[in-house]
Every structure is written in structure tokens, then in C-alpha cells.
């Protein structure tokens, strides 16, 4: 599975949890839309630093880096290329 | 990056698709097109307008200011964020104007404190790798305490301690304003400090918690094109009626709890209870309940009111309180009552602390981001949130009377934990199972707190105790 997919179905379990069965494509909007709340968020950063190695601590934190898969396409290869 | 504005769910809300979930009191007008279709034309945007103003009316304070701005905003949608500055700007002055006995000089604080704002932010943007730029949060809030301290202990008598005072006080209702202003210092698509001074207490109204966030978050959800403003037009305008028939039934609750059936108030049931002449534990019950229902609609219609005119602004922000009596987690029931305080703290307290201790510890990260969050950021807020008891008992009366809602939040921050450690999985089946009991005994655990929940230092800890031993028929 590559990146994008795992962290697809990851989102995916995540609306599921909240009963949000809803379809969603690569620019949707799960934050500032309301689909998903701060707590997602937690469970979201925790597998981006676990899998990806990303230091939010380091790079910044802003919600709206992670609102989307495109948001989180972009912060992966941001992260990348500073490396 | 553009927020589908036609269906937006509210915060936390699961999409149900039951016959109830889909009734509608107030008709989804922004979803009619021939509706959304007016609403882009001068006429549609000027009925709309009349028909908010007719709405705002009936709150009665500054509508007319208000709407003007709206109608100018309305009317230039490309100049809109400089529009929000001008507006915010005019209103506070106008505001100061109108209701204060020396405006002048309450506008000269008011500008100095936009001025240090402004200059923390420059500091922050042109200085990122400095001590303050890498931390401008923790410098804002530990300069503000210190601040605070500083006045509590300057000198009564003194020829300035009024002006002292006088600057706190302003500083406090602008402070997270100035902190959101600073969270957006390394954001790519930044904006100037002039339209970041437009999210200081915006001109659509905010208590000293910042309805709707800061900057960053008013790009994200501004309306990009005349489809999109006029159907978060319509959401707002939809908003407001919902904040009215809220207020309304407020009116007749009130009447009906309070006059008719003489329900008593906490506050009377507590100054009994402390004068050994307690209420039978079902009139504690019922003043309990009859105001953990009042605090709901009331917070309700106060946000609905700043997020309608927010929309009508062009800016589709999230509800402040959704159906939070729908809550099956402790947590979930903090994010439904009162969203942007919850984002205020998650935002200046949980994220910095989660983001950077604790970090091989995954339960003791988040147990400490959430007592960072709902008990330390809680108290802090409404600690400097209540400066007069500051001025007026001195520094180390008002702390030792804040015992008991210093009680109040490490008991939510201890909930709060225990729901987010607890295992996420699906949820229980059946409307009783799945949704009505976990909902009760949601609400049940906040009409309890709520026995801890003020803030007002009348009476000490264990007088809350006692009151809260009643409710179970227990004496103390």
C-alpha cells in the first residue's frame, strides 16, 4: 500500500468511527469541514510522526497542513525536501 | 483550499439518514438553486440583508452598525478582509463612543494594545528563529501573567493605577486575539498585520474567547465565489432565525422556570445550603437541572448570533454549539457546547504541550496535553477572564477563592482523559444503547460538574460539597 492509500484508508476508519460514511476525494476538507473533530486530528498527527517521522514540533503544527489528503500530500513532500 | 459549503456537517456530527435526523424546522434554503441563484443578484443580496437586519433588529444593540458593514462587505466581496479591519475598527471605536463615559481614552488603550499586537507580530515574523519567535505563545501568555501580577500589586493609591488597570483590563478581552494573530506568524499564505488587526474582536461580535478563531481560519473558510457567498449568506441568515426561536423559548423558559413554577437558581440554593436552611434535595435537583438546560440555550443563542453574522460576512464558520445533549463521550459533549473556548484551548494549550512532551509515552502525552488543555489553559482563561476579583481581593485572595472551579476543571480534564483513553470503537447499536443512554449519562456528568462550575468565589470548596451531598439526600 502506498503512502497516500494507507493514510486514505486511515481517514476512511476514522469518518467510520464517527458514523460519517460519506465518500471523499483528495481535496476534501476533514477539519475545517466539521467531518472530523480534534481528537481525529491527535490520532492523525500520531501516525504521520510514527510512520512518516514528521517532528510537528519542529516543522510547525497548523490544522489546515493536515485537512486534506492533498494538505498532507504537500506536508509530506515539504518534509522531504528539508530533509 | 476550498470548503464544500453546500453540505457542511457541524462539528462532530455523524451523518444519519433517519426520518428525524432529516426534519428540518427551518427549510435548507441554501440548497434551493433558484434561491442561491437570487441571492447572487443586487436584489437578492438587498432582501437578504433586510430581512438579517430585521433579524438583528430584535437584539436591539448596534444592529444598524452592523448591517451597514455587512451591506458594504455584501456589496465589494473582493475587498472583504480590508472591509473586516475598517469594520472592526469603526465598531469598537464607535462602541467606546457610545458606552463609555471617557471614549478617548479608552480608544488610546484600545490602539496601544493593537500595537503591541502588531509589534509581537512583526516580532515574531521578521525574528523566527529567536528565543520569541520559535515561542511567541509562551511569551504572550507568561508577559501577560506577569502583567497581571504587576497590577495586582501596584500601589492603590498610585496616580496611575487606574490607567494600570484601565490597560489590563483592555489587554485581557485582546490577548487570544493577539495569540491566534501569532499562530499564524509561519503560515505560507499569511496575512499582513492589517487584516490580522480585523480578527480583534471582529465587528460580528466575540467574548474574550475569539469567535471565529484568527486569521488563518477566516481564509479557509471565506467564500470564493458569488455561488459560495450567497449560499453562506443563506446559512447565516438561517442561523440567526434559529437564534431568535431560541431566544424566544429562553424568554418563555425563564418565565415559566424561574417566575411561575419559582424554580430557585444555584447560587440561591448554595446561600441557603451555606446558611444550614438546604433545599429538599428535589428543589436541588430541579434549580441543577433547570439551569444546566438554561446554560445550553443561552450559550446557543449568543453564538448563533456571532456565527450568523459571521456568514452573513462571507466567512462559512462552524457552529459554535451543536446539539451537544447528543453527546456520547465526555469529550465529544466539550467539542458540541462550546467549540471555539474547546479551540482555544486545544490551539494554545493541547497541540504545544502533545507536540512536544511525553512524546515515547502515548497515554501520558495525551492524559498531560489534555490536563494542559481542559485544566490548566481552563483556569488560566477564566481565572484572567474575572480581573476584578484580582483588583479587588489582591492576587492571593482571588487564587485561594478560585479552589473550587480550579476543583471543576481537573475534574473535566480527568474525564475528559478517561473518555479519550477508553477503547474507540463502533458504537453500540439501538437508539436506547447507542445513543440515548451514553447521551444521559453524558449530560448527567456536566449537570453535576456544573455544581463546581462557578467561577464567582461566594462560597469555598466545601460548601459546594455540602450543596452536592444534598442532591443524594445526604446532610454534611
Known amino acids: 500500500m502506498d503512502d497516500m492509500a494507507e493514510i486514505r484508508e486511515f481517514l476512511r476508519k476514522l469518518l467510520a468511527l464517527r458514523g460519517d460514511r460519506q465518500p471523499f476525494s483528495d481535496t476534501s476538507s476533514f477539519f475545517l469541514s466539521g467531518r472530523l473533530g480534534s481528537v481525529d486530528a491527535v490520532e492523525l498527527v500520531v501516525l504521520l510522526e510514527e510512520r512518516f517521522g514528521i517532528d510537528f514540533a519542529e516543522v510547525g503544527f497548523d490544522q489546515s497542513n493536515i485537512d486534506s489528503i492533498e494538505a498532507i500530500r504537500s506536508l509530506l513532500q515539504s518534509v522531504r525536501a528539508a530533509e | 483550499m476550498s470548503v464544500a459549503l453546500g453540505a457542511t456537517p ?53 444592529w444598524q452598525l452592523t448591517i451597514a458593514c455587512l451591506a458594504l462587505i455584501a456589496f465589494l466581496p473582493s475587498r472583504r478582509r480590508m472591509l473586516v479591519t475598517f469594520s472592526t475598527l469603526l465598531s469598537a471605536f464607535v462602541f467606546q463612543w457610545k458606552n463609555s463615559s471617557h471614549p478617548l481614552y ?35 501568555l507568561c508577559g501577560y501573567a506577569a502583567f497581571v501580577v504587576f497590577a495586582s500589586y501596584f500601589p492603590r493609591g498610585s496616580r496611575y493605577y487606574q490607567l494600570i488597570w484601565d490597560f489590563t483590563y483592555i489587554l485581557t478581552t485582546y490577548v487570544w486575539f493577539i495569540g491566534y494573530s501569532l499562530l499564524d506568524r509561519n503560515a505560507p499564505d499569511r496575512d499582513d498585520f492589517g487584516l490580522q488587526l480585523g480578527t480583534y474582536r471582529p465587528f460580528w461580535g466575540s467574548t474574550n474567547t475569539p469567535f471565529v478563531k484568527g486569521a488563518g481560519y477566516l481564509r479557509r473558510i471565506e467564500a470564493r465565489d458569488a455561488e459560495q457567498l450567497a ?22 423558559f425563564n418565565r415559566c422556570i424561574y417566575v411561575s413554577l419559582r424554580f430557585p437558581t444555584i447560587p440561591n440554593a448554595l446561600y441557603l445550603s451555606a446558611n444550614h436552611r438546604p433545599l429538599p434535595w428535589y428543589a436541588c435537583w430541579a434549580s441543577l437541572i433547570a439551569q444546566f438546560f438554561y446554560q445550553i440555550i443561552s450559550l446557543s443563542v449568543l453564538g448563533h448570533r456571532i456565527v450568523a453574522c459571521c456568514r452573513m460576512a462571507g466567512f462559512n464558520a462552524l457552529r459554535n454549539t451543536y446539539r451537544p445533549l447528543s453527546s456520547r463521550t465526555v469529550a465529544e459533549f466539550f467539542n458540541r457546547y462550546f467549540f471555539y473556548f474547546k479551540e482555544l484551548l486545544v490551539d494554545f494549550f493541547f497541540y504545544p504541550t502533545f507536540l512536544r512532551y511525553f512524546k515515547k509515552h502515548r497515554k501520558l502525552r495525551l492524559i498531560a496535553a489534555i490536563f494542559a488543555a481542559a485544566c490548566f489553559g481552563n483556569a488560566f482563561f477564566h481565572f484572567a477572564r474575572d480581573l476584578d476579583f484580582i483588583q479587588n481581593l489582591g492576587l492571593a485572595r482571588a487564587l485561594a477563592g478560585y479552589q473550587v472551579y480550579l476543583f471543576y476543571c481537573a475534574v473535566l480534564a480527568a474525564a475528559i482523559s478517561i473518555s479519550q483513553l477508553r477503547h474507540r470503537g463502533p458504537a453500540q447499536t439501538g437508539f436506547i444503547r447507542g445513543q440515548l443512554w451514553p447521551s444521559f449519562l453524558v449530560a448527567l456528568f456536566y449537570c453535576l460538574l456544573d455544581v463546581f462550575g462557578s467561577s464567582d468565589r461566594s462560597f469555598p470548596l466545601t460548601e459546594h460539597f455540602r450543596f452536592f451531598a444534598q442532591l443524594f439526600h445526604f446532610t454534611l
Open chain 2, 10 to 62: 457541524e462539528p462532530g456530527v455523524p451523518q444519519s439518514s433517519g426520518r428525524l435526523a432529516r426534519f428540518r424546522l427551518i427549510p435548507r434554503v441554501e440548497t434551493y438553486p433558484k434561491i442561491v441563484a437570487f441571492s447572487q443578484t443586487i436584489a437578492g443580496k438587498l432582501v437578504l440583508l433586510a430581512l438579517f437586519g430585521l433579524g438583528l433588529s430584535y437584539y436591539g444593540d448596534d
Open chain 2, 231 to 252: 449560499v453562506t449568506q443563506l446559512k447565516g441568515l438561517k442561523l440567526l432565525v434559529w437564534s431568535i426561536l431560541l431566544s424566544l423559548f429562553l424568554d418563555a
Open chain 2, 106 to 140: 479608552f480608544i488610546v488603550i484600545i490602539s496601544l494594545v493593537c500595537v503591541l499586537g502588531g509589534l509581537l507580530f512583526w516580532s515574531a515574523v521578521l525574528r523566527p528563529r529567536s528565543w520569541f519567535g520559535r515561542r511567541p505563545i509562551l511569551f504572550l
